[in-house]
Structures are given as C-alpha cells and as structure tokens.
C-alpha cells in the first residue's frame, strides 16, 4: 500500500533549537483526540515485527513502551538496528566514532533489558549520516528478512533526520514488495514540527496506550543512553530533558 506524502524541501523540517515544547503538544485538542489502538492482537495478527531503527535509540524513544508490552505478549520481535550511530558527535574528541560504534549498541541492549523486551537484534552496519546512499542495500536485507504476514516498523518519510527518512522510503517499498504491513513511528517529527503542520499525515495517527510502570521502566531505558543525554563539554546533549520529555507520554504514536 503507497501513502502519499506532500513534497517538502528537507529545509522545511530542520532539526535545531530546542523545537515543539511538550506543553504545545499537549495543549492541542487534535492530539489529545487521536484514536487509539490495542497492540494486543498484534502477535496473532502478525507472524513477526520487525522494528527498522535508523540509530541505537530509535527503537526505545519511539516504541520502546510498545516493544516492552508485545514482549509480554510472546510476539516475535526482530530490531534492525541500521548504523550504529557512530556520527552524533562529529569532531569530538570524547565521543570518537569508534567509540560510538562500541558504546551505542550496548546502551540500546541495556535498554531494552530495563523494559523487559526479548528479541533479536541485527546490526547491519551501514554509514550514520549516509543511510540515503545505500538504500539498495538496506532493501536487499529487508527483502531477505520480511514476509508476507509480517509487520515493519519504521522511521517516518517526513520524520525530518535523513536516515530516518531514507528508512521509511526503503521499509514502504520492501512492504510493497513482500506484501508485509508497514507502520510508520516518529522521532524528530515531535521536534521540527507542530500540531498544525500540514506535512503531517494526522489522519492516519493512531496512539498506543502504555501504563504507568512501562512509563517509569522507559525512562529509565533512556537514562542508559549516556552518550546522547549528557554534554560532553564541546556538544550539548543531543537528547536533553526538553526532548526527553516528548518520549515518556503515557502513549506512543505510528501511522497506520
């Protein structure tokens, strides 16, 4: 199934300053009113999910709750972890990229294990920063994983971040290809973009509902996330409290 999508210069979704507070979000009658949907049927609707993370992180800012509650269910979860986030600290001295190549994943597996998600995880290794470029690769290993009956996960195609977006082309293509259902998740979208933003496909949001102990036990999977939350004396955090505070609602997002 093809969604269309608007076309935007990327300049329309840039990701700086401290964005969409979370008091404007929650301000907006339109959000409060998204409808909602029960992941409990997924493990029987879906054979697998496979959930396609541009970054270590992705997977747990976004649906980390989500993950945790399907784990609980016994479904088959399966995390594509696509770069190992090697280039969020370019030219620091500190955060170099081969420590980043080492220390993120760990931080996401830490992570998962605070929310009690079972799965399995694959690193492909593909260049942070650069996902756009190897496109034919990333769908070469979709194909080779995704089936029919099964549900991707994936980064929004206007979620602002040029590897999240290159993963939304690539996941809704394979999606077309191997008949499997894709829903897409944002990250930064929450950052660029307000509740008025007419890139944005509100029509096809829908909320998953998270209790409050996977609330706590998310928060704590973030605060494993050292290398993005704290400064690191020549960058600021790259996920400081404001941007934090978008990812530990009672509810997650995707569009349908």
Request: with cysteine.
């Amino acid at each position: 199934m093809t969604h269309d999508v608007p076309s935007h210069s990327p300049a329309h979704r840039l990701i700086d300053g401290r964005g969409t507070d979370e008091a404007t979000w929650n301000a907006s009658p339109g959000f409060a009113d998204l409808p909602t949907v029960d992941v409990a049927t997924w493990p029987e609707r879906f054979g697998r999910i496979w959930m396609l993370a541009p970054h270590p992180d992705d997977e747990i800012l976004a649906l980390g709750g989500t993950l945790s509650r399907l784990s609980a269910q016994g479904a088959d979860i399966h995390i594509l972890s696509v770069t190992d986030g090697e280039a969020s600290h370019e030219g620091s001295t500190a955060w170099t990229h081969e420590r980043l190549i080492q220390a993120r994943p760990e931080e996401m597996l830490r992570g998962l294990r605070r929310l009690a998600v079972k799965a399995q995880v694959s690193r492909l290794g593909l260049p942070d920063g650069r996902v756009g470029g190897h496109r034919a690769v990333l769908l070469r290993r979709l194909l080779e994983c995704v089936s029919e009956g099964d549900l991707l996960l994936t980064t929004c195609r206007f979620d602002g971040h040029p590897d999240h977006e290159a993963c939304g082309d690539v996941a809704l293509l394979a999606g077309e290809l191997t008949g499997a259902t894709v829903f897409e998740y944002p990250v930064w979208m929450w950052h660029w973009a307000g509740p008025d933003e007419a890139l944005i496909p509100w029509e096809r949001a829908h909320r998953l509902p998270i209790d409050a102990d996977r609330v706590y036990r998310k928060r704590e999977a973030i605060s494993e996330f050292t290398s993005q939350i704290e400064a690191d004396g020549s960058h600021e955090a790259i996920l400081p409290p404001n941007v934090v505070a978008r990812f530990v609602r009672p509810f997650e997002v995707v569009f349908l």
